[in-house]
DNA sequence: CGGATCGTTGATCAACTTCAACGGTCGTGG
DNA sequence: CCACGACCGTTGAAGTTGATCAACGATCCG
């Protein structure tokens, strides 16, 4: 087992191999290829991920049969339908890998056993969603905030390396314009 | 104290009043009067907010001068600025009372020493956390979705009692759209 | 009663989408 | 190793959504 997230972990306690060994039968490591879908609109969502290399996305199919893209996951990062996970529903998006792809699978159950069995999963856990609440705080700001030319400039300025390892119809997706559109705008850079 | 705090921790974990005494000196309950500010952009952001009672309003002015609402909080709701919040930074919004509201103050100080000292508090705030942020991931999913007037159906679709209680000028300005505009979907209701 | 605030209406304007077409590149099968 | 098709990024024209601006009426509150 990769000692990624075991040093995540410890980015917010103090973890010894002991505790971590403990956890670790309640985790499962996975290779996903890219494209490879870990989630499917309609599914019951079991499963909670970590990536430790890679890139997620998820989407959802828009009103007009579109892929609309609502966050990506790198290195470090959870994801899940948290709606879906929790109540343990059908879900209403798709994950996928953008790239070849090295996760760590917790499902729903493990999770909670982990949470009753080691308070400090459930410290953990209160910091990663804290975090991960206060990002997406940001991007509602962002959202409302921006035009989307800004959008577009704001993402290369703050998330430049990571919009080269992406195909630029993600990148629009993600920002919520046309590939054409984000074409216009970047044409206009060299006028 | 009042018993609305009590009983949304308990919604969540068991709680008895030995407990629930053991943490109210981390507390202060105050009330606010219709649109006095708790919280001022570029202020060090040392509070998080319960509602017991009324209704907040998060917003930013935007690049045009003009208040964006990004979140309204009504009973059961925290609210703060997380990102300020956890990092002990200035804040980049203000938090305002839309109607005379009652609310329960934490400092940043005690909330980590809620945490330290009671891992039932750890836990209580990992699922306020959650919650919190698989709500905005469905507000950011209808951000994408919905064109504005359909942003408008549904939210007299799914908080059309919520609806009547604020004006319409912060409706719209919470749905990212101009007054103007917002009366004049209100209005085709009856072409 | 008088002023400020809020909601409305209509005209004009800007941002962004849609649609159609084209060229380049990449990967796959022959 | 080449050829073909699929996919991706680009361009330009036309169309839509929603913003802006100005003006007016209603209501609320002092």
Redesign the pocket.
């Given at each position: 087992m990769s000692q990624v997230l075991k040093a995540h972990i410890n980015k917010f306690l103090p973890l010894n191999d002991e505790e971590y060994s403990a956890i670790l039968p309640y985790l499962k490591v996975q290779k996903v290829k890219k494209k490879q879908n870990l989630m499917t609109e309609g599914e019951i969502c079991k499963q909670h991920y970590f990536v430790e290399k890679g890139c997620l996305r998820k989407f959802f199919i828009n009103e007009?049969g579109v892929e609309q893209t609502t966050e990506f996951a790198i290195e470090n990062w959870w994801m899940t339908d948290h709606i879906a996970y929790e109540r343990q529903h059908a879900t209403l998006f798709n994950i996928q890998a953008v790239e070849h792809t090295e996760i760590v699978i917790l499902d729903y159950q493990s999770q909670e056993k982990l949470f009753e069995q080691f308070s400090f999963m459930e410290r953990y856990f209160r910091f990663v969603y804290q975090r991960a609440f206060a990002a997406t705080q940001m991007r509602i700001k962002f959202l409302f905030d921006y035009?989307?030319?800004e959008m577009y400039h704001h993402f290369i300025k703050t998330q430049g390396a990571f919009a080269q390892r992406i195909?630029?119809?993600l990148l629009a997706s993600y920002l919520?314009?046309?590939?054409?559109?984000?074409?216009?705008i970047?044409?206009k850079r060299f006028s």
């Open positions: 007009k035009s989307k030319e195909p630029q119809y919520g314009l046309t590939p054409e559109y984000l074409s216009e970047r044409a």
